[in-house]
């Protein structure tokens, strides 16, 4: 039986109060704070600004300039206007602010093709779908990661693209060979901004395939796009690895090199770590670790099957299957690609809780029991996170810590080469030349981190001249106690502030 056909002022609507909705909520979180508080903010502006000056896409702050290859391309190439035309600061909040339009647009079409395509199925009011993508467009966790220099709000668009692209009519798509292709494009471009795009590029072709019943020449023209702009980005890191010292392999090399060095030993850690952040935001509030296994396990078995309905109905449904997939093995915290993400993930449990409830009528007022204490929890921490202004605090407290400190390195001799945390944001605000003074890595999954002789060795080939500590609690402490415990005379303090905070001259010879 055909479907009643939506009226499109309707989708329009739902997609113009959503993106209100996302751009009102997210400009409460824009703020002054320094470019590189977040690390990788950092990194992204470094690059942008590197490429507007003409340096090429490097890393301005580390010594020699070498290659970027931990970052894809298109949001450094997005921004680099922004730090060609304007000083740091000013380039800085225009930045923040296309990442505020960026997300409300995300969101915006993800709402308008949540109502187009009936995600939550049939029968359902077509308030509910966009009112979902809105409670997640203002979730604490996500306008903390759009209120500062992340890849995360063009990720975003370029996602959805590709997925409304490949969705396309249900009944008769018109020009499909040339949808598939476009839908690949877009998909290609997400992934040249964050790399896990890479799982579109199977997530498109089976849905067309499988679901669709697509023709296979559709599929491949859906993965031709994403596969050559795979192995570009790959042929580009293994051109330029070498240029990368090997203690910073993690942090500033390949992808791969992440996955060389943790293999299958991060997977008994990850796997059970997905759904603990988003646990943290609907059940973190529950008084008892029972109630949170008892309202916890249920509700994963409803997002699983809501994925399950979902990957009937989109693309989106194989593309996060294949997203959790790569999760999965990642040896890192996945939050940040779960905020990514969740205005789909909501969309996925709904339609889950709403599948079920209709399938199973008995199931009915449990679903809605489990969904009535997550709902609570949810608005509890996003009521007392805007009380507490919680999408910056930690922003504000390391952009106030180099605020103070930045002064003191700004007054280096010339030919200086500083070990620091928050390397980038240093070359950003001074134009030092800064590496980082943490560094780690991984054996078999488990992180490892440098002896002093193996540490000292790296400072000195970096041609360090100076150490900063910018304060405790990143792990900095620790192997500068090392240092300085097997080496005494090698360092000698020439400055330091309040709460231990230190600027340290490297004796060489020493």
Do not use: C
Not at 50 to 72: E, K
Not at 233 to 248: E, F, K, M, Q, Y
Not at 367 to 385: D, P
């Amino acid at each position: 039986m055909a479907r009643a056909l939506i009226p499109a002022r309707t989708e329009n609507r739902a997609a113009l109060a959503t993106g209100a909705v996302a751009l009102l909520g997210g400009a409460a979180a824009l703020n002054r704070s320094l470019i590189g508080v977040f690390y990788d903010d950092g990194l992204y502006a470094g690059i942008a600004a590197a490429l507007g000056r003409g340096m090429g896409y490097v890393h301005p702050h580390l010594p020699g300039t070498p290659a970027a290859i931990h970052y894809p391309p298109l949001y450094p190439l997005v921004l680099a206007p922004l730090f060609a035309a304007f000083p740091v600061a000013t380039a800085g909040f225009l930045a923040k602010l296309l990442n505020l339009a960026l997300s409300a647009l995300a969101a915006a079409l993800i709402a308008r093709h949540a109502v187009r395509a009936r995600l939550l199925g049939e029968g359902v009011p077509v308030w509910v779908a966009p009112a979902i993508v809105a409670l997640a467009a203002l979730a604490i966790p996500v306008l903390a990661v759009q209120s500062v220099l992340f890849a995360e709000p063009l990720f975003g668009v370029l996602l959805t693209a590709a997925v409304i692209v490949a969705d396309g009519k249900v009944e008769a798509p018109a020009h499909p060979l040339r949808a598939a292709a476009l839908a690949g494009i877009w998909a290609a471009l997400a992934l040249l901004t964050r790399t896990i795009a890479v799982a579109a590029g199977a997530g498109l072709p089976l849905y067309l395939l499988l679901l669709r019943r697509r023709p296979l020449r559709e599929a491949v023209a859906a993965a031709l796009p994403v596969g050559l702009a795979a192995v570009a980005w790959a042929s580009w890191t293994i051109a330029h690895r070498a240029g990368i010292d090997p203690a910073l392999a993690i942090n500033y090399g390949s992808y791969g090199e992440v996955v060389r060095q943790s293999g299958l030993g991060a997977f008994g850690r990850s796997a059970p770590d997905l759904v603990r952040p988003l646990g943290a935001i609907t059940l973190g509030w529950l008084p008892a670790r029972w109630l949170y296994y008892l309202f916890g396990i249920p509700a994963l078995g409803i997002g699983v099957y809501g994925f399950w309905l979902l990957a009937r109905r989109s693309s989106i449904g194989f593309t996060l299957a294949g997203y959790f997939a790569i999760l999965a093995l990642w040896p890192f915290l996945v939050d940040r690609f779960l905020w990514a993400v969740l205005p789909w993930l909501g969309l996925a449990w709904a339609a889950g809780a709403l599948g079920l409830s209709r399938a199973q009528p008995r199931l009915k007022v449990p679903v809605l029991i489990v969904a009535l204490v997550m709902g609570l929890g949810y608005l509890l921490l996003e009521v007392r996170g805007a009380a507490g202004r919680w999408w910056g605090s930690e922003q504000r407290g390391v952009s106030a810590n180099f605020e103070e400190l930045l002064p003191g390195i700004r007054d280096l001799p010339a030919g200086s080469v500083l070990a620091t945390s928050d390397e980038a944001l240093v070359w950003l605000y001074t134009g030092q030349i800064s590496v980082p003074f943490f560094v780690y890595g991984y054996e078999h999954g488990v992180e490892v981190h440098p002896t002093p002789a193996v540490q000292r060795a790296y400072l000195e080939r970096q041609g360090v001249t100076h150490i900063l500590f910018s304060g405790y609690g990143s792990g900095s402490d620790v192997e500068l106690n090392d240092l300085l415990g097997a080496y005494p005379g090698w360092l000698t303090v020439i400055r330091v502030w309040s709460g231990g905070r230190a600027l340290f001259r490297v004796n060489r010879g020493s």
